[in-house]
């Protein structure tokens, strides 16, 4: 299985301001995925990351709101811009195992908006 | 798209007993099913799953089952311990998507 290091662990945030979560896998992967999960849900993916393209957004996400970069096949970023108390989640990025199939998770990022 | 629904989103059974999960989903391509749990402020974690070439699989006290005909998967945990307690959440992957969509929860609780 892989190794994600997701930071920052947490963060409390004014509101207006952005927060960039940074992912770092200990190898190369395709495909990179970023989710939220809103207190007591489930997992709603925001968008999907390939390196040397732009990112493929879910219905209800955009761009301008969740930038994500992707410069080499073990990074990406997540912004959360202009944030408002309802982008107070627990963001968590993902990537595939061997098999393109099973999801190994970072520890999420848990982020207040104040 | 795919949507996974998933049932019940409690469930409370006393330590030793068994504790089951259903879940269904929608789009016949989906071909991989597995299953997470997720204690309380951790990341979730993978602790069994199933394609879609076979019925059912086992490892120690989970077991998961499929039915592709009618599109529904189940969790089985046997002999139930309070270190089960946790949230499982059920998943769907598509191969032309390449994405998992998660069923919404469910919240196990084992009573000492």
């Known amino acids: 299985s892989a190794v994600i290091s997701q930071k920052p662990s947490r963060d409390i945030c004014q509101r207006g301001t952005s927060l960039t979560i940074q992912c770092q896998v200990d190898s190369q992967v395709t495909m990179m995925f970023w989710y939220r999960q809103q207190p007591g849900q489930s997992l709603t993916l925001i968008a999907t990351?390939?390196?040397?393209?732009?990112?493929?957004?879910e219905s209800g996400f955009v761009i301008d709101k969740f930038p994500i970069s992707r410069p080499n096949l073990t990074f990406s970023t997540l912004t959360v811009s202009n944030m408002s108390p309802e982008d107070s989640s627990i963001y968590l990025c993902?990537?595939?195992?061997?098999?393109?199939?099973?999801?190994?998770f970072g520890q999420g990022t848990r982020l207040t908006v104040v | 798209g795919e949507n996974v629904e998933q049932h019940p989103s409690t469930l409370s059974v006393q330590e030793g007993d068994s504790a089951v999960i259903k879940c269904t989903y929608s789009d016949s391509a989906s071909n991989y099913f597995p299953w997470y749990k997720q204690e309380l402020g951790k990341r979730p974690q993978l602790i069994i799953d199933i394609r879609s070439n076979v019925g059912e699989k086992k490892d120690q006290r989970i077991a998961v089952t499929l039915n592709k005909t009618a599109k529904h998967f189940s969790l089985h945990i046997t002999e139930t311990q309070p270190e089960d307690s946790a949230v499982y959440f059920c998943a769907a992957h598509s191969g032309s998507a390449r994405q998992l969509t998660f069923g919404s929860g469910t919240q196990l609780t084992v009573l000492p």
């Open positions: 990351a390939n390196q040397g393209s732009e990112a493929t957004y």
């Open positions: 993902s990537v595939d195992g061997q098999g393109g199939t099973e999801a190994f």
